[in-house]
């Protein structure tokens, strides 16, 4: 919603840069990871995920990077675009559960 | 293409009044979430289902229950609204199994007043 990201650290990118966003995830049973974007007055969109047996997955633009030795999870954005605009976060499952874990988001702002 | 559909985008209801939060989603997913969204806070899970008539206790669900009667609706209920329960409610569901993400609605903003 329109007021999610008033408390969030933010990453200013110039357009065309590539972004990069971090996120720790706190359980190491976790073994599925989705990364999601939430632009203003909408609701939360899948971006890409990665299973736990993979280190790094790639899609359109975005790649997402899992390291399991520290527990840290990225994004990548290619060529920033000021349609990337959003608050991300990431969400990790633990393994035999339907309850994800949510981080609690990076702002994404596009300069032109 | 595939919805998750939240009746209300926003609400504005009054303190001690019962609300219902309607969410309906079109993919036969067996699995549906409520979360409430604030900032600073991230999303925090209310109440879950796994199948019809089914429901399960999140991580907050004092002051609110469920009801999902049919495969394809949940609903979230305040008994007895307070101005704490200020805020975006989210609705998702999944298809059961390993390896599925949510869908998500597009929220409802709720304002106890």
């Known amino acids: 919603g329109e007021s999610v990201g008033l408390h969030l650290p933010t990453l200013s990118v110039q357009e065309g840069d590539n972004s990069i966003i971090n996120c720790a995830y706190s359980?190491?049973?976790?073994?599925?990871f989705i990364w999601y974007k939430q632009e203003s007055g909408k609701g939360p969109q899948f971006i890409i995920d990665i299973r736990s047996n993979m280190d790094k997955r790639q899609g359109q633009r975005v790649t997402v990077l899992l390291n399991k030795t520290v527990k840290h999870l990225s994004l990548q954005i290619a060529a920033t675009q000021p349609g990337d605009s959003a608050v991300y976060f990431c969400?990790?499952?633990?393994?035999?559960?339907?309850?994800?874990?949510f981080g609690t988001g990076t702002r994404l702002k596009v300069l032109a | 293409d595939v919805k998750v559909t939240q009746s209300s985008r926003y609400l504005v209801k009054r303190t001690g009044e019962k609300v219902f939060l309607e969410c309906v989603q079109d993919?036969?997913?067996?699995?549906m979430f409520w979360y409430r969204q604030d900032p600073g806070l991230g999303l925090r899970l209310i109440y879950f289902?796994?199948?019809?008539?089914?429901?399960e206790k999140g991580d907050i669900p004092e002051g609110y229950s469920v009801s999902r009667e049919k495969k394809e609706r949940f609903s979230l209920i305040l008994e007895s609204a307070s101005t704490n329960q200020t805020s975006m409610y989210l609705c998702?569901?999944?298809?059961?199994?390993?390896?599925?993400?949510?869908?998500f609605g597009s929220g409802t903003r709720l304002t106890v007043v």
């Open positions: 289902s796994y199948d019809v008539k089914m429901k």
């Open positions: 359980n190491s049973a976790s073994d599925y």
């Open positions: 969400a990790e499952v633990p393994s035999g559960t339907y309850k994800y874990i």
């Open positions: 998702a569901s999944r298809r059961d199994g390993v390896g599925y993400g949510y869908t």
């Open positions: 993919m036969d997913h067996e699995n």
